[in-house]
């Protein structure tokens, strides 16, 4: 087919053909003009255009391949039974869990290295991190709308539609990211002088040196995610997962290296983290060239595109925006109980976020699957509802499992991140919220990635506002009362909380899988004028 569409779209030079029809290449069955370009030796710039479009019929074919493959798959993950289904998305959010795991693997990494050296460092990277790895959580919605944007693109068979929007997203993402370097450098200081309070003033050097460094990997890393994103809406985890992986490697050396044997301490370890990171970007966006994509191709929004993005990334960013809030509230009152506190309420939030990524998989899943059975041509809302219940099955045995295991660590192996007893002693006080948290996450993920392929936005944006509001509140009289383990207590009503509304929802006769109107949640696009 690659072949047959080689000759049709672009004819070779008559003086590239061959003039001897009698030869043995000639009546090889791909015929002289395919053999041409190699047997008359044609001219450097003929060559490279030849072999271009040689490669540009491959790609279109290895690209419709690809396309009937994956429609294949989601048709029959809908027709399969609920165990099938298990064992099916097991498979495929497999790769897709290293994407997830190497982002807090790299804090994770700091956090054990630097906890061997000093406490004092180990406390500033709390609030290092809200500045460098949840102020990037904000950023999430460029993922979301990357992949959703790509996906119903994808749907469509418009190859020339998915790099549009490519090239729309990067240079958002390129925007935004170099809106952050600027502000990382010129409030950075400032964000942690506000977190710490002046009761620890000694560790705002140490975390500003830290942010700083990182902060240069901004517009590497927003550009990386659209990247990344563009490739997981064509279901492809395996490349990402590459980049990612080569890019943990990068970081766990240059941490050791700086940090235990040159003695660079915090500021070796911001400096193995940005590089890598500035590693896996420019990875991702090789990753995205291979399939015949520029991902170097940056375009600007027309009105009517930035209102559309506007509509499905506001939402969201609500609710990202919300979740990080909640998080780094845990992170502002932990760090009003002193340097001791705050070294094991990072020690804890680092272990945690590393276990909770685990369930991101899953709301993959329901983004990727579950479109086709609520708006597809075969609609059919009772297979997303067994779709649904595959996934939360997985969720809560996960949700077991990650609980079991994240509290085993800061329970019997403490020594890993910090040698100082009173640390360990304050980690141990918040081991049950910490497990009660982390055991519901992953069925949330579940739930909560349904409403956004249904997209249930409005729904979805203010409930993650309820529940931060009321969180809030219940932090801030938990912790005045029972300090860190009240902190932890808040966090695992605010899970529990998420769950509970998200569950309430999707059982509703109203909600996207029991709604006979199709119409009811679809994206609407903004009028003419």
């Known amino acids: 087919m690659a072949l047959k569409l080689l000759s049709t779209v672009t004819p070779l030079p008559t003086s590239l053909q061959c003039h001897n029809p009698n030869s043995t290449l000639s009546k090889h069955r791909f015929g002289p003009r395919f053999f041409a370009p190699f047997l008359c030796a044609p001219s450097a710039s003929t060559f490279r255009h030849t072999a ?25 993950l809908a027709k399969q039974s609920i165990w099938n289904q298990i064992k099916e998305i097991v498979m495929f959010t497999g790769p897709a869990t290293g994407l997830w795991i ?59 539609e998915v790099q549009h929007h490519i090239s729309v997203l990067l240079f958002i993402g390129l925007s935004c990211g170099i809106a952050m370097l600027l502000f990382s450098r010129l409030f950075g200081a400032a964000m942690i002088t506000a977190f710490t309070g002046p009761k620890n003033a000694h560790i705002v050097p140490a975390a500003s040196s830290y942010v700083k460094i990182r902060g240069l990997a901004w517009p590497a890393l927003l550009v990386g995610w659209v990247a990344q994103s563009a ?18 490697v990068i970081n766990v050396i240059g941490c050791i290296l700086l940090c235990t044997c040159l003695g660079y301490g915090i500021v070796g370890a911001a400096w193995a983290t940005m590089v890598s990171q500035v590693v896996a970007a420019y990875m991702m966006i090789q990753n995205l060239n291979r399939k015949g994509y520029n991902a170097l191709a940056f375009s600007i929004p ?70 086709e059975l609520i708006y597809g041509v075969n609609r059919s809302l009772s297979k997303a509802r067994l779709l649904l219940r595959s996934l939360v099955t997985i969720g809560a ?16 192996i ?33 739930l909560e990635g349904t409403l956004l392929a249904g997209r249930d936005l409005r729904f979805i944006s203010l409930s993650m506002s309820g529940c931060f509001c ?42 996207i899988l029991y709604s006979q109107d199709s119409d009811l949640y679809k994206l609407r696009k903004p009028r003419n004028g």
């Not at 271009?52 to 994956?70: G, L, M, P, W």
Request: proline letters at 5%.
């Open 414 to 446: 403490p020594y890993v991140f910090t040698h100082d007893q009173m640390v360990i002693q304050e980690m141990h006080k918040v081991l049950i919220p910490y497990f009660i948290a982390l055991a519901v996450t992953p069925p949330t993920h579940c």
């Open 397 to 412: 045995m996960l949700g077991l499992l990650l609980g079991i295991v994240g509290t085993s660590v800061p329970w019997l």
């Open 470 to 511: 009321v969180g809030t509140i219940v932090l801030w009289t938990l912790n005045s009362r029972f300090g860190l383990l009240g902190c932890w207590f808040s966090l695992a009503i605010f899970q529990w909380a998420r769950f509970s509304i998200a569950l309430q929802r999707l059982l509703s006769p109203n909600g």
């Open 102 to 160: 190497c982002g807090p693997l790299m804090s994770l990494i700091d956090t054990a290295v630097i906890g061997q050296r000093s406490s004092i460092q180990l406390a500033a990277l709390g609030p290092a991190t809200v500045v460098c790895d949840y102020m990037s959580y904000v950023f999430m919605f460029l993922s979301i709308a990357t992949s959703n944007m790509v996906a119903t693109a994808l749907a469509k068979k418009d190859k020339e």
């Open 302 to 371: 027309s009105g009517k595109e930035l209102l559309t993005i506007i509509g499905l990334a506001a939402p969201v960013f609500l609710t990202l925006m919300s979740k990080v809030a909640f998080y780094a509230l845990l992170i502002y009152f932990a760090t009003s109980m002193g340097t001791v506190t705050m070294a094991a309420h990072q020690v804890m939030v680092q272990t945690y976020g590393m276990c909770t990524v685990w369930g991101e998989p899953l709301s993959q899943t329901a983004q990727s699957f579950m479109p």
């Open 52 to 76: 271009f479009v040689t490669a540009r019929a491959f790609r279109s074919e290895a690209f419709e391949e690809e396309e009937i493959s994956r429609q294949v798959e989601t048709k029959e």
């Open 231 to 248: 490739s997981l809406g064509m279901k492809d985890s395996l490349g990402p997962l590459k980049s990612l992986a080569a890019a943990t």
